[in-house]
């Protein structure tokens, strides 16, 4: 089973993969998924580690932190699958198709994600999520947002388009919204690749 297998179009694929995507290294204490290290955590533990941050009036710090750490995350997400299609057709140009099944069938456990516009040519994109593991109840306008998922689909979409892109979520389940709803466009002025 290869690293790239968590990401596939079929979803009935993906239903079989599933069963050896996670493996137990009990001799050692360690998980890995699709061949990568990784640690299991309560979803709760993303509300906690929020719920701490405001109390000690360190969200805004936290916030960013949280969207520094989820672009480097979907910066490598993106990366496995653009080397995955570039291993496979000898191109690392992305249709739209591609990018489509790339946002959405990729589970990491953040969320349905749905990418409901994609401009290939002006290098932006809107996505939708119902469920996103960051948001917690809705508290009002003041609630926080989705700030590790934010960072995920930037870097995540950065590397599919080939270009520096930053986003804004304008509505969030945490403020009440229905739907958490990010756009993302293309960050000309963007320096740093983090
Ligand atoms: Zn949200």
Redesign the pocket.
């Known amino acids: 089973m290869s690293a790239v297998d968590r990401y596939s179009q079929d979803s009935f694929k993906r239903l079989l993969g599933a069963v050896n995507s996670v493996s137990f290294r009990d001799d050692t204490g360690e998980v890995e998924y699709f061949g990568e290290k990784v640690v299991i955590l309560r979803k709760e533990s993303f509300q906690l580690f929020r719920q701490e941050l405001i109390r000690r009036n360190a969200s805004g710090t936290g916030n960013l932190i949280l969207g520094i750490v989820g672009r480097s995350v979907g910066r490598a997400e993106g990366r496995t699958i653009v080397s995955k299609l570039a291993r496979e057709t000898g191109s690392v140009t992305l249709s739209s198709e591609y990018v489509r099944n790339a946002v959405e069938e990729t589970n990491l456990g953040y969320g349905k994600i749905l990418l409901e516009s994609l401009e290939l040519t002006a290098k932006a994109a809107g996505i939708t999520t119902e469920n ?1 593991f ?2 917690g109840p809705a508290t009002g306008p003041e609630g926080n ?2 700030f590790f ?1 934010l960072g995920y689909l930037e870097g995540l979409l950065s590397e599919l388009l080939g270009a520096e892109l930053r986003g804004v ?1 304008s509505s ?3 403020r009440g919204d229905q739907v ?1 709803t990010f756009r993302l466009t293309r960050n000309l002025e963007s320096r740093f690749k983090i």
């Open positions: 996103s960051e948001a947002g989705c998922l979520e969030c389940k945490s958490c």
